[in-house]
Nanobody
Framework: QVRLVESGGGLVQPGGSLRLSCAAS????????MRWYRQAPGKQRELVAG???????IYTDAVKGRFTLSEDNAKNTVHLQMNSLKPEDTAVYYC???????????????WGQGTLVTVSS
């Protein structure tokens, strides 16, 4: 019902910046919330940042002050601006969306395939 496509990952030097994007498409009534997770090799997937329909945002302490979430007017695309990147930010970043389906108003979720962010000199 919903497809999430991430983009913007790549290789960047420490202290540099990247902007990740997550676009939602398909059949849905409303996006309730969108979140970014990341997973480094050998580590558990962790929540990085999230935004709700009310524009309330949350950030994990590791990225607070460096990463910023934003969304477009249609609320079907979310951007993660990542500044002052550190090697420990290296991970595959996944977009997750909580959405309300048009049929019966069911609340469902969807995941993107992930985009790799590598922070290295």
């Amino acid at each position: 019902q919903v497809r999430l496509v991430e983009s913007g990952g790549g290789l960047v030097q420490p202290g540099g910046s990247l902007r990740l994007s997550c676009a939602a498409s398909g059949s849905f009534f409303d996006i309730i919330a969108m979140r970014w997770y990341r997973q480094a090799p050998g580590k558990q997937r962790e929540l990085v940042a999230g935004i709700s329909s009310g524009d309330s945002t949350i950030y994990t302490d590791a990225v607070k002050g460096r990463f910023t979430l934003s969304e477009d007017n249609a609320k079907n695309t979310v951007h993660l601006q990542m500044n002052s990147l550190k090697p420990e930010d290296t991970a595959v970043y996944y977009c997750n969306a909580i959405f309300q389906a048009r049929a019966r108003g069911s609340v469902l979720d969807a995941w993107g395939q992930g985009t790799l962010v590598t922070v290295s000199s």
